[in-house]
């Protein structure tokens, strides 16, 4: 994806995908009707835009329905 350097994982939905960079930046785009791009409102992106929301936390996993988190205190989220 041009604009994303050092890209460690990638998840390809039907409607939406993910980039998880070597250094923890997790970027999104494509449909965002329920919110799921994490971008704070509902405008579906054509274009890679950051993942608000996760200081503190460490993405450890990305699929194409799921982002597994863990935090400081090694509590796990998924969204």
Known sequence: MQGLDNVK???VG???NLALQEDGTLWAWGNNEYGQLGTG?????SQPVPVQGLSGLTVVCISFSKVMFICRSFCQYAY
Do not use: E
């Open 9 to 11: 994982l990638i998840a």
């Open 14 to 16: 039907a409607f939406h």
């Open 41 to 45: 409102d509902t405008q579906p992106r």
